[in-house]
């Protein structure tokens, strides 16, 4: 971590101190990641608060399109979220420790399930774009971790256990609500490279060989903070288009965004319906 462990700490405290001010003590229960072209699941939402990004003291903001950089709270069925709309990457050369800052201040506030959600290219030739995975366990290439430097002590353990990094009984719980919405979720391993650049076909092929099914370029280093923080995480990838080589078509951002729009409902209406049904253990 490039700040003084001090400093980072004090930082996460004033975002934490601005939100119980403009939003309520009461935190939300469930924290929400929307990625790349996602974010429009707020917006079919009613009476939701937003705030942007650059409102909000030490939050960094995403530059790349179809990230819009606003933190929302709504209430679904009596549950309170947080979602965040846009997140920034490691490509945009920004430190791991930027790039978790605004997960780590959630789950400061006290939101204790997380669900993350990504874009991300399909490796496994069952997948199709257009296909939602949820996301089992990941392997983590990106090359830089959020938890390397002082351990934030306050936050976690130095060595946090990852056996579990994704809850099995969230993976179950979505299941359960993807069948029924009548939705042929997927189930896969996701790896995280750097980017920004796609990858090689080449690299497709050796990250099939090391057993991943999606691949992205982000949230492992929320996954890592928030295991360290001991809350519940849930991810689910929108697999926007084939990884490189799969297919003989080069690959672009506007595919991206064109699938994440394609799915947009059936993406929404899993969200909300896990939302409602998580228990308060979960
Ligand atoms: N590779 C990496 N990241 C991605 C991809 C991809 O093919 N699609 C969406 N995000």
Request: hydrophobic share 40%.
């Amino acid at each position: 971590m490039s700040l003084d462990a001090e400093e980072y700490f004090s930082r996460l405290k004033d975002a934490v101190h601005f939100l119980r001010d403009r939003l309520g003590e009461d935190p939300p229960s469930v924290g929400l990641v929307l990625g790349s072209g996602l974010g429009d699941f707020v917006q079919e939402l009613r009476a939701v608060q937003s705030i942007p990004y650059r409102e909000i003291p030490h939050f960094p903001v995403s530059k790349v399109v179809g990230h819009c950089g606003e933190l929302s709270l709504g209430t679904h069925k009596g549950k309170r979220f947080c979602a965040l709309s846009g997140r920034v990457h490691l490509y945009e050369g920004l430190p791991a420790a930027e790039i978790v800052f605004a997960v780590r201040v959630i789950a400061l506030w006290g939101a204790e399930t997380f669900i993350l959600t990504n874009a991300a290219g399909g490796i496994n030739t069952e997948f199709r774009a257009g296909d939602l995975m949820l996301i089992k366990d990941h392997i983590d290439l990106l090359g830089e971790n959020p938890l390397c430097g002082p351990n934030l002590d306050a936050l976690g353990e130095r060595f946090p256990d990852m056996s579990e990094a994704y809850s099995p009984s969230l993976l179950a719980l979505a299941h359960q609500c993807g069948e029924e919405l009548g939705l042929a979720l997927k189930q896969g391993i996701y790896i995280a490279l750097p980017g920004p650049n796609y990858e090689t076909p080449a690299e497709i092929r050796m990250c099939r060989l090391l057993g991943a099914d999606a691949v992205g370029m982000s949230t492992v280093p929320e996954v890592i903070v928030l295991n360290h923080m001991r809350k519940k995480v849930m991810g689910l990838s929108c697999i926007t288009n084939m990884a490189a080589g799969i297919l003989p078509k080069k690959l672009h951002h506007d595919e991206v965004l064109e699938t994440t729009q394609r799915v947009k409902q059936e993406f929404s209406a899993l969200l909300l319906r896990i939302i409602e049904r998580l228990e308060a253990n979960d």
